[in-house]
C-alpha cells in the first residue's frame, strides 16, 4: 500500500465536496477546482473524509493512487487557505507594477513586459516594487505562473541580478581576471 495514499484527506468546515465517478469537485472560500482522475482508483466520501483506494498493485495503478490522494489534498487545501508563490527581483532599475489585476515587471529590456493574471490567480507587489506575490487556489497553476515570472529574467551568477524565489540562494561566479604580464 501506498503510505500517502491510504492517509485519510480530511475535508475542513466550510469545504464540500462532490464525487461523481471518477471526477471530483471541490467548493471552498477560495473558489471551485474539478477535476478528473483515472477510473483505476476510487475515490469515496465517508463522513467528512475522503478515502482513496484502489483494486491493483500494478506498478502504473501504484503510482496513480499516493498521486491522486495528494492532488485532491491539494485541492481541498487550496480551496480552503490557498497557495502562494514569493519571487524578489533584484538588481537596478529592476521593478513591478500593478496594472489593474495584471502586472507590468521592467527587468532591463527596452520595453516593460506585461504579465496577465489567468484565471483564479491574483498578483500583489510590494516593498518597493521588488517583490512579487502569486495567489490562487490551484497549486499547480500557482506554481507555473510564478515559473513563468522567473524564467522572463532568471538570476544570472556574476551579479544576482533577475527575479528569483524568496529564499533561493544563487550561487555565484567569480568574475574576469586581470592578465598577468
Known sequence: MSRIGKLPIEIPAGVNIEIKGSDVSVKGQNGELKRSFSPLIKIEKQENQVVVTRDSDEKH??????????????????????????????????????????MVIN????????????EGIEFDVTEKNRIITVKG??????????????KLRP?????????RYQGERVRRKAGKTAAAI
Open 137 to 150: 487556489a490551484n497549486k499547480e497553476v500557482v506554481g507555473q505562473v510564478a515559473a513563468d515570472i522567473r
Open 107 to 118: 527587468v532591463g529590456f527596452s520595453h516593460p513586459v506585461d504579465v496577465i493574471a489567468p
Open 61 to 102: 495503478v501504484r503510482a496513480l493512487h499516493g498521486t491522486t490522494r495528494a492532488v485532491i489534498q491539494n485541492m481541498v487545501t487550496g480551496v480552503h487557505t490557498g497557495f502562494q508563490k514569493v519571487l524578489e527581483i533584484q538588481g537596478v532599475g529592476y521593478k513591478a507594477e500593478m496594472n489593474g489585476k495584471d
Open 155 to 163: 538570476p544570472e551568477p556574476y551579479k544576482g541580478k533577475g527575479i
